[in-house]
């Protein structure tokens, strides 16, 4: 499965950005997708995720209400991030989950990574 993010750059505090990201090849075993981002200095942490199955999605306490994860019937997913902060700066992954997985927030559930994408905010 080949997992391809895009769409980060530098924003000013209280802007808006939205990523996307594409998995392809030999999706038909996956039912999850998650947004994770890493700081400097900082692990990887969860942000987001959706099950394409089940409808659902999970947000980290820290983004719940700002940011939302959505797809298309294609499976391509996005995370449109509003009223961004400074602390929410960082390289944003996407992965789609273990073949079967629920949803979750660890990161040992996903199995296949993009390479990132650059969240700069300052203000």
């Known amino acids: 499965v080949q997992v391809l993010e895009s769409g980060g750059g530098s924003v000013q505090t209280g802007d808006s950005l939205t990523l996307s990201c594409r998995a392809s090849?030999?999706?038909?075993?996956?039912?999850?997708l998650g947004w994770f981002r890493q700081a400097p200095g900082k692990e990887r942490e969860f942000v987001a995720a959706?099950?394409?199955?089940?409808?659902?999605t999970l947000y980290a306490d820290s983004v719940k209400g700002r940011f939302t994860i959505s797809s298309d019937i294609a499976r391509s997913t996005y995370l449109q991030m509003n009223s961004l902060k400074d602390e929410d700066t960082a390289v944003y992954y996407c992965?789609?989950?273990?073949?079967?997985?629920?949803?979750?927030?660890?990161?040992?559930?996903?199995?296949?990574w993009g390479q990132g994408t650059q969240v700069t905010v300052s203000s």
């Open positions: 992965a789609a989950g273990r073949a079967g997985a629920s949803i979750s927030s660890t990161v040992s559930e996903y199995d296949d």
């Open positions: 959706i099950d394409w199955i089940a409808d659902a």
């Open positions: 090849g030999g999706t038909f075993s996956k039912r999850t």
